[in-house]
């Protein structure tokens, strides 16, 4: 049960180091590409950029992302590799789905192998798998040089051709060739025709014929590697990584799931590398691993060690809850007889789980999935015991251990500073990080970046769960039915992408005559969400850099708060547990702590 | 929902919300 995350942890924690040299070696650029290479690298560079020519320069190209994926989606069914002639998708999910994809969330109101043909997946998926996810590392790159001092921050085109080329693309062939080995399929046909073992258990034709059974395949393993390596996150089947040809064995399981911590973990100590200061990073990795053990730990305690409280806590029994439209406003909701039943719960709560992966491989997945702003899952979040759910919530909330390429470090930055802005207040002294002191403008843009998250997430959820846009979406009454809306709105603003399901979100195809009801207002409040809350917390962060960076340095006296001892990771722990908390408490408090501790589990 | 209304309106709505996040950059600059 622990070997299994001990196992993936402490790859991780290894290959991220040899990775992280690799990467401060490219994006210096003192790593002498092939001539070849270097002549598409000079093409590319337009020369140096200062913070606000490569932030502009990163938004156009984004602006243009967005711009050909709504083409690419709105143009699916007259395109080629369509041979199961998929439709038009409703203009508001093309809007969620393009800004989902662009932003890196890869949260998905459509099923993948439901909706998008073969052409879609290549021509829009998959690229924005490689694009999006080096939007992120290139902006920490920039942030990087600016804290250095730097006058120019290099040139986004280039650090985008060095990121996709040099890293993204050698991985990817890599583990996609290890991946077709342990049988994803990797192919221009759309489907194949099986017959079941068990003849007619797809139903029969009117000649009174067993129907065979339709598996829809495609270019999987061309398109797991850098959904899990970019932390995208998106599936190419509706069940994501729980999917036996998406995830077909536990060997691959460890290695999808090794595949989207390798990058943020490497991230940090480049981070430390490139500013000649890997002391410090090495604090900041040992806090953030903390928290992420942590997180495994918590989600395991409760989920695999812990039966599931819809079976066995309570026997069966009914609940009245007040209903306006049930007679003298009560509605009976009855606690089904399956509390009686003989189930055994000694590999804990088994709902929703690919056992085939091991017992604590939800659990564990699902730790570092939100975590690491990934947002494939291979079991039901949904399903997770109450308090284990927390632990999902709680890696989006913070959204700076380790979190996405680049970005999750950048959110990192905006608490280093906020933490080191307290102290120098607690202490009487002037804040300084990286020798330079930290004014009224770096806090301004620090809350900035730090406020948009809770915004983006709190607000949208508070009207979806006064209205009928998230009481008709919900699949639970009662607090479970909060969680839902409050997750959604969490993976959408931590540019995750998981899904906690259960939420009726889905218009379909546009000529799809039942849509879910409030299917446009969910479209279009998380695309906006997503939109936002990705572009804020990188412009902000780079012009606090890029200020941070142009002051004078200070000299270190015996009174310099030191960035690179223990003490230092426990002011850190505790700004990131304090904001967190002063910030989500409430949430966590109405929603998977209300449902722990209320009468009725799951919401009934 | 109607095409003609409906993808023209989505497309500009996420070119205006890419436009704002630009202006962001410019009052970023300013604080």
Known sequence: MWRLPFLIVVTAVALSVPLSRYLAWIMDGTCRAPRVLRWFERRLDSGPQDWKQYTIALLVFNAALFVYGFIVLALQPVMPLNPLGRGMLAPTTIFHSVISFMTNTDLQHYAGDQHLSIFSQLFFVIPNFFLSAAVGLCALTAIIRALRGEETVGNFFVDMWRVLIYTFLPIALISGTLFLHQGMPMTYEAAIEVAPLEAGAMGVTDAREPRTQRIVVGPVAAFVPIKMLGTNGGGFYGMNSAHPLENPSAWSNVLTTLLMMLFPMALVLMYGRMLGKLRHAVVIYSVMLTVLLGLIGWSIYWDTLRPNPGLTSRAAAAFGIAGAAAPGGQRVLAIPAVAGLPVNQRLGNLEGKELRFGTSAGATFAAITTTFTCGAVNCELDSLNPLAALSPFVGMWLNCIYGGKGVGMINMLVFLVIGIFVTGQMVGRSPEYLARKVGAREMKLAMLALLVHPIMILGPSGLFAATPWGMEAVSNPGAHGLSQIVFQFSSSSANNGAAFNGLGVTYGFNNNANPAPSAVQWDIAGGLVMLFARYVPIVAPMALAAGLGRKKKSPVTTGTLRDDTATFGFLLLGTIFIIGALLFLPAATLGPLAEHLGPIPFGG | ?31
Not at chain 2, 5 to 22: E, N, S
């Open chain 2, 1 to 31: 929902m109607s095409l003609a209304v409906w993808l023209p309106a989505m497309f500009l709505l996420g070119l205006i919300g890419m436009a704002l996040c630009l202006a962001f950059v410019s009052a970023c600059e300013k604080i």
